[in-house]
């Protein structure tokens, strides 16, 4: 039977609240080996945008000083490549599975616990995505081995873990992933290529342009500034930085999803994973709940 969404444009609000729930169901229904490395690839595509940001904040010596607003526009601008190549290959990011597991699992789509398992899998590969373009695709590449790059890597670094208090880093990864959630929301309400780029494009500009944190970005950001000299340890990173922006993802994830359930699924049922299987709903394929050909996860 033909979708009623496939005559539309640009889904409701409440309809792509149920899309959520279904990218939930069809991420839970997949090997766990797929989505570790769906969620490695993850990691190197966001790091093609944080390199592109890193490049033009750290190459941009004259115009940080006269105007430094301007650099953080573009850097921003530029790191959203990263977010388009994801959400359109259908590839596995922590932050906005903050958002889809949490709804499902309140919904009963899924059990309570294929949340942490999802969020343990797809950090865990996040992270070695992240690390290997660093060390690999640009550390030991020698892409960026001349100045301002190097300093600028390393300034950037420090900015991001060393010079900001804790609670500062926390706040700023819930602002981060209430832009996060927001585009991954509007991109899936979108049916069309240019109107999802467009929806991903804006909020993601808009959080790296005003300083917000990202935590499988700054697997990126801050491996590559310790790689480079940054004054700071591993350990550092991961007391200070990594689990601030961790925290604070969540709650800015929730933020978007719970508003969503309250307003959109007050009377929504899913279906169990077993009667959805008996109709024929091929979740391997991602076409469950006569959804055809809906949006990709993210």
């Not at 609240?17 to 989505?35: G, N, P, S």
């Amino acid at each position: 039977m033909e979708s009623a969404f496939a005559t539309q444009s640009t889904l409701r609000p409440d309809q792509v609240a149920v899309l959520m729930i279904e990218q939930a169901v069809l991420k839970h229904a997949t090997r766990y080996d797929k989505i570790f490395f769906k969620a490695v690839l993850a990691g190197i595509m966001l790091s093609f945008g944080g390199l592109m940001n890193e490049i033009v904040q750290s190459g941009s010596t004259t115009l940080n000083q006269n105007n430094p607003a301007l650099v953080k526009i573009l850097g921003g601008f530029v790191f959203s490549t990263g977010f388009v190549l994801i959400v359109m290959m259908g590839l596995e990011l922590l932050t906005s599975n903050m958002m889809v597991f949490p709804m499902a699992a309140v919904k009963g789509a899924i059990p309570p616990w294929g949340l942490f398992v999802n969020w343990i899998i797809v950090t865990f590969g996040n992270l070695v995505g992240s690390l290997f373009s660093a060390a690999i695709l640009v550390h030991y590449s020698g892409i960026v081995s001349s100045e301002p790059f190097l300093s600028g890597i390393v300034q950037y670094a420090e900015k991001k873990a060393v010079t900001p208090e804790w609670h500062q880093i926390f706040l700023r990864g819930i602002g981060c992933n209430i832009l996060v959630c927001l585009a991954v929301w509007l991109a899936s309400g979108a049916k069309e290529t240019a109107s999802k780029l467009i929806a991903i494009w804006i909020p993601i500009w808009i959080f790296v342009a005003v300083g917000f944190d990202h935590v499988i970005a700054n697997m990126f950001y801050i491996p590559l500034g310790i790689m480079f000299g940054a004054d700071l340890t591993v350990a550092g990173y991961i007391r200070k930085s990594l689990i601030a922006t961790y925290l604070g993802n969540i709650v800015g994830a929730a933020i978007v999803w719970l508003p969503g359930v309250y307003f959109y699924l007050g009377d929504y049922r899913h279906p169990s994973l077993a009667v959805a299987h008996t109709e024929g709903v091929d979740l391997e394929q991602g076409q469950q709940l006569n959804i055809k050909g809906s949006q990709g996860s993210e």
